[in-house]
Nanobody, 115 residues
Framework: QVQLVESGGGLVQPGGSLRLSCAAS????????MGWYRQAPGKQRELVAR???????KYADSVKGRFTISRDNAKNTVYLQMISLKPEDTAIYYC?????????WGQGTQVTVSS
């Protein structure tokens, strides 16, 4: 029903920046709440940022002031702009769409912050 494809991950030095993209298809994108999650090896998947269909945002305390979630409904895409990256930001980042009672996940994109 919904396909999500993340892109933009990669290797970056501490203090650097990356912009992740999540392209959605198969649903009415503008009606969906969207989120970015991340999972590091040995840790539970955690919420990084969330944006509602109305544009309201929420961030994990660990990324407030450094990450910005946004959406472009015309392009069916949600973004995560990440600045001042830290090694502890290293994880696989996943995009999630909340469609009524169903959640849909992308395949993930690797972000590695290392010197």
């Amino acid at each position: 029903q919904v396909q999500l494809v993340e892109s933009g991950g990669g290797l970056v030095q501490p203090g650097g920046s990356l912009r992740l993209s999540c392209a959605a298809s198969g649903s009415s994108f503008s009606a969906n709440d969207m989120g970015w999650y991340r999972q590091a090896p040995g840790k539970q998947r955690e919420l990084v940022a969330r944006i509602t269909r109305g544009g309201s945002t929420k961030y994990a305390d660990s990324v407030k002031g450094r990450f910005t979630i946004s959406r472009d409904n015309a392009k069916n895409t949600v973004y995560l702009q990440m600045i001042s990256l830290k090694p502890e930001d290293t994880a696989i980042y996943y995009c999630k769409a909340e469609v009524r009672m169903w959640d849909y996940w992308g395949q993930g994109t690797q972000v590695t912050v290392s010197s």
